[in-house]
């Protein structure tokens, strides 16, 4: 006779392993059915010696089983360890092929060798790994293509291509670097997925050039030997022995489906709706875990606790309960948190296909904030790349201060601030609550990962993306119903630094609107290409060819990594005839710009200056400092003052860096528009103010170097504190202080009085602040006697080549 349980678990993963063992010290009938002979079979199948990450560390662990940061082989054989010592009644080689639903309550169990058995209740804890995504392209089914990475030290020598920019790709990638050719390609423009410590990783081995990057690229066709890849600028081929492909996996749906169970949407990347108690439309039918929407292995092993107390009659507040509770009461939100979740869900489209779990899982990574009526929100020219959605209230939208009818109001369930989030650059308006409006202000990294992790998300928000810049651009409205067609034919493009959007002498078929980085418009004259103007997030190019349907008379290329709107000709001509106004506006600039790109013919060496500025990385700056070496006298009162107003380190170094006719661009922060240093600060240590001063707070650097590493300017040093005066001769020569005689003075930072036998002093990051907080600006600007230091923005690009003319 067949045996029957309280509880049938169905997946050994994380989650299946802490219900097991919740059930077991609760003394519940209960098996553990796992598919393998051996537990946890997506750990298992981790390369070896990876490291476990145990995040995200603000929620605590609730489980009989223990688990924290380590090596795959020691977690997997404590886990081991500890499912004998729980008692736990596991069964391997036990997979499940039908769950089916009895007339008397019950569920009856089909395995997969034909042995049924019968529970009251069952918990899915399945995964996705079992599905996972595979290459569906000429070749994609070769033998050297392959989905894991057991053992990378098995290849040796081999050209390898990675496929896939999450965390698993990442770690493939730099441990088949260390003795292979390895390359890596990303269908997105950045590694937004990861974690920050593998986009560390894959950051320093690409520039170390120990990894080949192929960001917003695809595979196309896979040879015996070779692997072809659509990358922004065309096709290329690459040699290749074998192709790893990391693409994720997709709910089992068939099997899930099977059981009774309902997807809320077709969509490939949608999960079941769950409860609060994580219980599925089939009552007594339970999910956790990744099929649930929390992939993480700490999360899914809270849930294997909870549902086990939740099927056991217990009421327990889910692990996040308390986090989400605080940050609903210092928002002034009143209700539960389960509550308000249901309320975001039902209100703001955006996440109606999101599940409720994906949606704490947000939330803990959001803040929420109570607006009263005329409260701002952000200014216009602020700084700042957090996304709004709109929960309770309204919000108006001041396009132009100086003219007040320009106002857009934007209601409950809508979002605002992602152009800032996009672009990175300044906000292009200023936002008021209209109301007293509860707000979810979501910062840019988490954002970007759920548009890459969902794409109804990522569709929406494009779509809102093209309607709204549109409008900011040329002052239409193509939101109306009549125009959602033409708003269906444009695209969003992706290209990396130096790539061509497009190219003089061919058809004009397209238009740009650049909505991130920027780019620069060139032609061949006197067979070199000479710079005529550079183009920033916020502007178009392209349509000149369009208005006067001649080739193209002009190259424009990404200055950095940029995105645009394409709008093909049939499109942008559709827009013309249906908005005359917009037709006027678009000759104007076509008129204008006929104007400036003679004045540019006439001056190369300004377009030279432009291409130079553009080669240092000037372009993804938004406050950078120069020195006109016509006027400097090399009085290094510029870097004197810096070090004055902080404390006596300068965050200047006036002779290095590169110098173009008399242009030099000495080490000094940038203030990028997406910080690097801020990738991977540990404490949180780095940000950046509303005016754009990128900072350290030395209150909490750790002095970890990161920032350090990842500045590829060179701009950030480890310094150990303030130094003293220079000691005289006497004291250097009898105790060791200050530097010495003909001693590099960038060495002073390890010189510190200290009372002797003491550690020395822990470094911290040292880095540009522009002076925040003191009156009348940067120091270096205002100390220097002959006006020879400025600080620009790329806006000012032709300031500085009249500069260097004079």
Sequence with gaps: MAETFRIAIVGSGPGGLSAGARAAQLGISHVLLGRCDHASDTIYKYQKGKFVMATPDVLPLRSDMSFQAGVREDILGTWDQELEKNKVNIRYKAGVKAIQKQDDGRFKLTLDHGEELFAETVVLGIGLQGNLRKLTIPGGDLPHVQYQLDDPDEYESEDILVVGGGDAGIENAVALAKQNRVSICNREAEFARAKQGNLILITKAMEAKQIDGYLGTVPVRVDAKTVTLATPTGEVTIPCDRIIARLGADAPRNFVESCGIVFPSKDFSALPAVSATYESNVPGLYIIGALAGYPLIKQAMNQGYEVVEFINGNDLAPADEPLLADKLKKAGVTEGVQAFVERVQASVPLFSGLTSLQLREFLLDSEIHRKGAGETVFQINDYSSTFFSIVEGRVKVQIDPADASKVVTIPAGEFFGEMGLISGRRRNATVVSDASSVLIETNRRTMIKLINS????????????????????????????????????????????????????????????????????????????????????????????????????????????????????????????????????????????????????????????????????????????????????????????????????????????????????????????????????????????????????????????????????????????????????????????????????????????????????????????????????????????????????????FKIANLART
């Excluded at 709204?468 to 630094?497: H, N, T, W």
């Design 454 to 797: 969902v794409p109804a998300v990522r569709r929406e928000l494009d779509r809102t993306f093209i309607v709204r810049q549109l409008a900011a651009m040329f002052d239409v409205s193509i939101a109306g119903a009549e125009f959602a067609p033409l708003v269906e034919k444009m695209s969003i493009e992706r290209f990396r630094a130096g790539d061509v959007l497009f190219e003089e002498g061919k058809p004009g078929d397209s238009m740009h609107l650049i909505r991130r980085g920027s780019v620069t418009v060139s032609r061949r004259i006197g067979g070199k290409d000479i710079v005529l103007s550079y183009v920033p997030a916020g502007h178009y190019v392209g349509e000149m060819a369009l208005v006067s349907k001649a080739p193209r008379s002009a190259t424009v290329r990404a200055a950095v990594m940029t995105e645009t709107i394409k709008i093909d000709g049939e499109t942008f001509q559709s827009l013309l005839q249906a908005f005359p106004k917009l037709r006027q506006q678009i000759e104007k600039t076509y008129q204008d710009r006929l104007m400036a790109s003679a004045e540019m013919e006439a001056r190369p060496d300004a377009g030279n200056i432009i291409q130079f500025l553009i080669g240092q990385g000037v372009g993804e700056a938004t406050d950078v400092l120069l020195i006109d070496e016509s006027l400097c006298v090399r009085c290094d009162n510029c870097e004197k003052a810096c070090a004055e107003a902080h404390g006596g380190t300068s965050r200047l170094d006036r002779e290095a860096g590169p110098t173009f006719a008399s242009i030099h661009v000495p080490t000094s922060c940038r203030h990028c528009e997406h910080p690097h240093c801020m990738a991977d600060c540990p404490p949180d240590a780095i940000s950046r103010l509303r005016t754009g001063e990128v900072f350290i707070d030395h209150n909490k650097c750790i002095g970890c170097g990161n920032c350090e590493r990842n500045c590829p300017y060179g701009v950030i040093h480890m310094s150990a504190g303030d130094p003293p005066k220079k000691p005289g001769l006497f004291s250097w020569m009898m105790f060791g202080l200050g530097y010495g005689p003909g001693e590099d003075k960038s060495l002073r930072h390890l010189h510190h009085d200290h009372a002797p036998g003491a550690p020395p002093a822990r470094k911290k990051a040292v880095k540009c602040d522009m002076c925040k907080g003191i009156e009348g600006g940067a120091a270096c600007v205002r100390s220097c006697p002959t006006g020879a230091a400025i600080r620009v923005n790329p806006s000012e690009f």
